[in-house]
């Protein structure tokens, strides 16, 4: 199940992260909350719990002590060490609601590519080839 399926609830059909934006609830709690059982109408419409400085949570186990992926079942710490992921960047994605797919599998440099600024100098499938040094000039053809 993805934060993209779709749930249909009192006549309405959308995506789960569509539910969870408008019951202000995390998409990976109504996943987590359909696989162990719960109706789609109480998955989606459950209150979550917070104490005042506390962080968004419905009171169960908010992060996965596991994570299974390709049929193995391994702590964040693990896949993380095995992976050469840091295992904040794990978290922080599965609690952001990404599949596990793609938590495990979107390399790091891609997320930090987003940020502001430019890097010092950018490989050569992602760059304009300008590196990171200036040119004495310019090195536009034009063609007709």
């Not at 996943?31 to 719990?49: F, V, Y």
């Not at 693990?78 to 960047?89: D, H, N, T, Y």
């Not at 952001?96 to 890097?119: H, Q, Y």
């Amino acid at each position: 199940m993805t934060r993209y399926d779709l749930l249909t609830f009192r006549g309405v059909t959308q995506s789960i992260a569509e539910w969870a934006l408008d019951y202000g609830i995390m998409p990976s709690t109504i996943m987590r909350r359909l696989q162990d059982g719960a109706s789609i109408e109480t998955a989606i419409t459950k209150p979550m719990l917070t104490k005042p400085g506390q962080r968004l949570s419905d009171g169960e186990n908010s992060e996965p002590t596991t994570i299974t992926f390709k049929g193995q079942a391994l702590t964040i710490s693990r896949w993380a060490e095995r992976l050469g992921l840091p295992s904040a960047s794990i978290r922080s994605r599965i609690r952001s609601g990404w599949t596990a797919e793609r938590a495990l599998t979107t390399p790091i440099r891609l997320v930090r590519s987003r940020g502001r600024g430019v890097v010092s100098n950018l490989p050569a499938s992602v760059g304009t080839g300008g590196g990171s040094t200036a040119q004495e000039g310019t090195n536009i053809g034009i063609s007709e």
